[in-house]
Structure formats: structure tokens, C-alpha cells
């Protein structure tokens, strides 16, 4: 797979009433991958509910390996 290549999605969540949350990306915490992109290349990416401020994360996954247990 080549790790270069970046894909944009619109990520959303479901509220309890039906309708749907944007979720935008978190860069408000701060970490070293902030001085050096290079160390944040394939780690968590946090991502925030722009209505209702819900928190999700993403994570890479191991290529050929199990999915997350939920």
C-alpha cells in the first residue's frame, strides 16, 4: 500500500435525535508530531462533533491483520 497517498472523507455521527454531526479534526492538543509531521505520520487522529462536540478517533490499521474488537 503506499502510505503517501491521502484520501479525503467527511466523517459525521449520528445524534440521538436522527440528525447527522459533522466531525472536524482536533489539532488543539498539542504534541511533538506538531514540531515534526514526520513523527505523525500513521498515528491517532482525533476528530470533534462541530454541534455537539461527541469525540471520535481514528487509528491505522495493520495491513492483512484482524479488525478492532468492538
Avoid at 497517498?5 to 492538543?29: N, T
Avoid at 471520535?56 to 495493520?62: K, L, M, N, R
Wanted: hydrophobic share 25%; aromatic share 6%; proline share 4%.
Amino acid at each position: 500500500m503506499d502510505r503517501s497517498l491521502e484520501i479525503d472523507y467527511r466523517l459525521q455521527h449520528r445524534h440521538r435525535d436522527g440528525s447527522w454531526g459533522e466531525m472536524v479534526e482536533d489539532r488543539a492538543h498539542h504534541d511533538a508530531a506538531q514540531h515534526d509531521p514526520e513523527r505523525g505520520w500513521g498515528l491517532r487522529r482525533i476528530f470533534r462533533c462541530s454541534s455537539c462536540d461527541e469525540v471520535a478517533t481514528i487509528t491505522p490499521g495493520e495491513e492483512g491483520g484482524a479488525p478492532a474488537e468492538r
